[in-house]
């Protein structure tokens, strides 16, 4: 019976030689659920993604939980939840990697059982000698081989054995690598891994190359600090008989400072990124920008995105993180989205500002509203404060009380008036009388515009006061006018 077709998990078809008979490209995501989705592994995210949808091929989720102590359920819906925020849509079921763990198991006895693999019989007294004595000769620390070829006759009665690749010791082992180039290591420098500890259970990197293989995956595009891994794959895919996966490492995140990427310099959870009021396509925008180019392009919509991205194009040095970029970033997609979007997403926090439900005449005045607001706005957040004005006057801030001084009444009192007998209330004929007001009182538009404005937005910067007095209607502009609730 076909192992991959009873565990559920489709096959790529291969000819005798091990070359493709016809690929579909399928790539996969694979985090460990211990904590947020990380800003880094959400571009490693989008990149799979992207290659996936530029090749017409497939984006597969894994979550890799072998790590019980740690594996939670809330990080594993934190994940679910970031990737969905991100537009970042998976094509099959997500794999959960510790139930497939007796699948793992069976490889590394097959491996035993053809000569690939032995049991190693070393005591954790043992080993622990062996990596005190490479310290103290600033070596790497390396499993000694003393059970590779060793009669299994000397084993002892009381070790539980772990079964270890028997990896090559001689020559090298070559990796053309998507991003890399060709990527070069002494077969000396491989020391035979762990596959299955002495309590049956498997190893990451056992784990990782049967569940990629099972899984069909053709591209394997991660972080390169995971390059090292990938000799030593490379050489238990071949041992297992299996087709290589083609590897893109990509270089990793920096700071602005070019030190390793950290929370001081912003890395947070994707989540984060949303409750902070960014944009999910800005945030693909930015991510894909990170280590990726198309020339001189900055604004790259997600359709260019899949049209473009390729391989070839990820750059070999370390991305720089940038929050002030990408909250310029956000702000250009701000002004190009849908104002009833937009409101729906300032709903709630206005809800909570004011504690209650707003009602349908005020989600259509802040729709209305939005042209204006949305213009002058960097991110979701800083949206919803200054939207608050189109729902209730605020407090007066220090800088707009001036304007609230007796000298400025006979001028409001002057546009009241007007505004009163206004036949049509649109933001043309708005600007009509209080330029007539102003000519009438001798003065210049902006001497009058301000308290206007004061008395509108309780603040003395905002959209057009003429924009405003339309967007609130006759009613409640005069009601503010006259001051009413100061």
């Not at 597969?60 to 969905?84: K, N, P, V, Y």
């Not at 998507?178 to 002494?186: A, D, N, P, S, W």
Request: glycine content about 6%; proline content about 5%.
């Amino acid at each position: 019976m076909n192992k991959s077709v009873a565990y559920g998990i489709k096959h790529q078809c291969y000819s005798n030689d091990k070359v493709p008979i016809k690929m579909t490209v399928i790539t996969r995501f694979a985090p460990s659920p211990t904590g947020y989705l990380h800003i880094g592994s959400a571009r490693t995210a989008l990149f799979n993604w992207l290659y996936a949808r530029h090749t017409g091929g497939k984006f597969l989720l894994r979550i890799e939980d072998t790590d019980r102590a740690r594996s939670t359920d809330g990080a594993i819906e934190a994940i679910f939840e970031s990737l969905t925020w991100l537009g970042l849509t998976w094509d099959e079921d997500p794999v959960f990697q510790f139930t497939r763990a007796s699948r793992h198991a069976e490889m590394a006895r097959q491996l035993l059982a053809e000569g690939k693999a032995y049991h190693c019989y070393c005591s954790p007294e043992e080993l622990a000698t062996m990596r005190e004595e490479a310290r103290a000769k600033n070596l790497p620390a390396r499993y000694d081989g003393r059970w590779r070829d060793r009669d299994p006759s000397e084993a002892p009665s009381d070790v539980l054995p772990v079964i270890r690749f028997k990896a090559p010791q001689e020559g090298e082992t070559i990796i053309e690598d998507q991003v890399q180039g060709t990527v070069r290591l002494q077969n000396s420098q491989l020391d035979d891994m762990v596959l299955l500890r002495a309590d049956s259970t498997p190893t990451y990197m056992l784990s990782v190359v049967v569940d990629d293989h099972d899984m069909g995956i053709t591209h394997i595009i991660r972080g390169d600090d995971h390059l090292t891994n990938a000799f030593r794959q490379q050489r238990l895919y071949e041992a297992l008989g299996w087709h290589v996966p083609v590897f893109a490492h990509i270089p990793l995140i920096h700071g602005p400072d070019g030190a390793k990427l950290s929370k001081r310099h912003g890395a947070l959870g994707a989540e984060t990124y949303r409750d902070m009021g960014f944009l999910p396509e800005a945030m693909r925008n930015y991510l894909l920008r990170l280590g990726w180019s198309h020339g001189d392009d900055e604004v790259i919509s997600t359709q260019q995105a899949i049209e473009w991205f390729d391989l070839p194009a990820i750059g070999r040095s370390p991305a720089r993180f940038d929050v002030a970029k990408l909250t310029n970033l956000n702000a250009h997609y701000l002004r190009e989205a849908e104002d009833a979007r937009l409101v729906d997403l300032i709903m709630r926090p206005l809800s909570d500002i004011f504690q209650r439900t707003l009602t349908n005449e005020e989600r259509n005045r802040l729709v209305r509203g939005m042209p204006g607001l949305k213009a002058r706005a960097k991110t979701v957040v800083e949206l919803a404060g200054t939207a608050r004005f189109y729902i209730e006057r605020p407090p007066f801030d220090e800088k707009a009380e001036k304007f609230l001084e007796p000298e400025f009444l006979p001028m409001v009192e002057a546009v009241i008036a007007r505004l009163k007998i206004l036949p049509d209330f649109t933001e043309s004929a708005t600007e009509g009388v209080v330029r007539e007001a102003a000519e009438a009182l001798g003065q210049k538009l902006g001497n009058l515009a301000q308290p206007l404005r004061v008395l509108l937005t309780g603040s003395t910067v905002s959209p057009s006061i003429f924009e405003i007095m339309h967007v609130l209607g006759r009613e409640e502009t005069l009601k503010r006018l006259e001051r009413t609730e100061i």
